[in-house]
């Protein structure tokens, strides 16, 4: 499994912690199990395979991440959505950004072009592209306004490059 089936993996899941009861941690449990995986294979192709050791801790990584910052990331998505309040945002857009914000914020290692760019293409197979646009242009905003002080060396992989994985 590559890093962007991983990334949408978390973006599904980090939606539904939108309205459960469970935990990050529950949810995880649940819905990492070869028998959840084997359920929505048919529906969704992004389940066709079951992640390894390390997609599986990137996923976990990532929705428990969003489940513990979700109010800061929230407060950032509704900066920036000008002309937006937070309530009309689609909840998967919402989703979306907050898994790009907290790679950009809490995930170094990823260079933040590619937390973008993974962002722009899950968007565009759930949402319209006036939807994508909106999600392209907060994130840009973010990058530029919250992410300059931390911006990479010269030396750094350009931020256009995608992560590989």
Aim: hydrophobic residues 40%.
């Amino acid at each position: 499994m590559i890093r962007n089936v991983a990334r949408e993996i978390a973006m599904h899941l980090s939606y539904e912690l939108s309205f459960t009861d469970l935990s990050a941690g529950e949810l995880l449990d649940q819905r990492l199990s070869s028998t959840h995986f084997g359920a929505l294979a048919p529906e969704y192709e992004v389940y066709g395979e079951v992640p390894g050791p390390s997609q599986r801790a990137y996923i976990r990584k990532l929705v428990s991440g969003i489940a513990a910052h979700g109010y800061e990331l929230d407060q950032y998505i509704e900066k920036y959505a000008k002309g937006w309040r937070f309530e009309r945002i689609p909840l998967v857009a919402g989703a979306i950004m907050r898994l790009a914000m907290y790679e950009i914020l809490y995930m170094p290692e990823i260079p933040d072009g590619a937390a973008i760019n993974e962002a722009v293409e899950i968007a565009k197979k759930y949402e319209s592209p006036e939807v994508v646009r909106f999600i392209n242009g907060i994130l840009g905003s973010f990058v530029r306004e919250e992410a300059a002080d931390s911006a990479a060396p010269a030396d750094s992989p350009s931020p256009a490059a995608t992560d590989g994985e």
